[in-house]
């Protein structure tokens, strides 16, 4: 029986922090899951080292499911983003193994392409209007078909989605987070004045998004989408902090904005009363924070049944392993929705070798077999980790808001 042989944790910083999980079998074959907790990397690396690693040797690689249960069953401590982003990082890895060892590409193993390709959103940003429109115009210039539009705020110095010295979606920073204000009137008065501006400029053949970030109360996200409601947004993405899930069903009861959330569940527990309820139009749960393809797949069944649509999230926090294994299950679920990608900064390319490609904004995984993307470890090394934090916000009185 072929069983696993090894199992190892690599930590590299081409640009940014990522935590990869190499998996190897007795007959040689190598799968890899990416196991990255933007600002708290080492707290999964750990769980991998010294808690799953050791009880993954000997094990059949071709028990996807079985090892996935007795990693989230056999710790009894359920849940949670560490475990389920080294849960995720496991079950990834064994797909890309058993992809290999088929010799096929991890879409065909779900099923097969049940599109030709992945419809995909660029990231467009600004610090003033005339900005956003050039940024909104070198994206659809560039073929995307999708477009998520963020600026910044007059009057609030740093805004979420408005990068910094134009490292395109670097949000995290060494030393102790950077503090950014946070204006909720300025925010709602601003953005639907820049919606309209882009849609005068470009017109609505595109889809158009907005990431809101977690930063508003219920009814404050209900005013934002009735007054979005005339821009026809694709979505508007994490309106208020979502721990508190009843209060999407007052949003929903005013505005016909679709809503998307799910970029921090973990697992379809989280997931469930939204979907069931139909408190939501698209679940953003991703591979590698919600347990895997395996997990991950579950929750997109359920939302089927639904009518709900999946948008994953794909930061580029999100490693070029999690990036390409979400793109193998947008291509092979029946209820896509959206795929979220932000371009992964140079020089990440020294160390992750894809095979996806971008065309006319749609995206495919390739058909290498597994999930398509080597890890240099020769490169990796020559990038030590860099211990980094996202920023918090806090309000003109000092007290902490959501970031
Ligand atoms: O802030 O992944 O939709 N994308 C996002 C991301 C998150 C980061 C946090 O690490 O909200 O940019
Ligand atoms: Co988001």
Same mark, same amino acid.
């Given at each position: 029986m072929t069983t696993i042989s090894d199992a190892k944790v690599l930590i590299t910083c081409p640009g940014r922090n990522y935590v990869t999980l190499k998996i190897t079998t007795s007959d040689g074959v190598t799968g890899i899951g990416d196991a990255t907790l933007n600002g708290r990397e080492l707290?999964?690396?750990?769980y991998l080292r010294d808690h799953v690693c050791p009880l993954l040797l000997g094990k059949d690689p071709s028990c996807i499911e079985r090892i996935w249960q007795y990693l989230y069953k056999g710790a009894y401590w359920r849940r949670g983003p560490v475990t389920m982003t080294a849960i995720a990082a496991v079950d990834v890895a064994l797909w890309d193994i058993k992809g290999k060892?088929? %010799? &096929?590409?991890?879409?065909?193993? &779900? %099923? %097969?392409?049940?599109?030709?390709?992945?419809?995909?959103?660029?990231?467009?940003?600004?610090?003033?209007i005339p900005q956003l429109l050039d940024d909104v115009g070198r994206i659809l210039d560039r073929g995307f078909r999708a477009v998520r539009a963020q600026a910044a705020v007059p009057g609030v110095e740093r805004v979420y989605g408005v990068p910094d010295g134009g490292r395109t979606g670097e949000q995290a920073g060494g030393g102790?987070?950077?503090?950014?204000?946070?204006?909720? @009137?300025?925010?709602?008065?601003?953005?639907?004045?820049?919606?309209?501006?882009?849609?005068?400029?470009? @017109?609505?053949?595109?889809?158009? &998004?907005?990431?809101?970030?977690?930063? &508003?109360?219920?009814?404050?996200?209900?005013?934002?989408?009735?007054?979005l409601e005339l821009f026809r947004m694709f979505w508007i993405e994490d309106p208020t902090p979502a721990e508190d899930q009843e209060a999407f069903?007052?949003?929903?009861?005013?505005?016909?904005?679709?809503?998307?959330v799910g970029e921090v569940f973990n697992s379809i527990w989280d997931c469930q009363y939204l979907i069931t309820e139909r408190l939501i139009d698209y679940i953003r749960t991703s591979v590698s924070h919600a347990g895997g393809i395996s997990h991950l797949r579950k929750i997109l069944s359920l939302a089927e049944l639904y009518g709900v649509r999946s948008g994953a999230h794909g930061? %580029?926090? !999100?490693?070029?392993?999690?990036f390409a294994a979400a793109l193998h299950v947008d291509l092979s679920v029946q209820n896509f929705g959206m795929q979220e990608y932000m371009e992964h900064l140079p020089p990440y390319q020294d160390v992750f070798k894809t095979t996806w490609t971008f065309e006319d904004g749609l995206m495919h995984p390739g058909d290498a077999p597994g999930i398509g993307v080597e890890y240099d470890e020769e490169a990796a090394a020559r990038f030590?980790?860099?211990?980094?934090? !996202?920023?918090?916000?806090?309000?003109?009185?000092?007290?902490?808001?959501?970031?």
């Open positions: 707290s999964v690396a750990s060892q088929a %010799g &096929l590409p991890v879409y065909q193993l &779900l %099923g %097969g392409a049940v599109r030709d390709g992945v419809t995909v959103y660029g990231q467009a940003s600004g610090e003033d102790r987070p950077s503090v950014e204000g946070w204006d909720t @009137g300025r925010y709602l008065n601003w953005v639907p004045r820049y919606m309209a501006t882009v849609r005068q400029e470009f @017109g609505h053949g595109f889809h158009l &998004l907005h990431d809101v970030h977690h930063r &508003l109360t219920p009814i404050e996200a209900a005013h934002l989408g009735k007054s069903r007052l949003i929903r009861q005013h505005t016909t904005t679709p809503l998307a930061a %580029g926090d !999100l490693s070029p392993v999690s030590a980790y860099d211990p980094k934090y !996202l920023p918090v916000n806090t309000l003109a009185d000092g007290s902490v808001h959501d970031w």
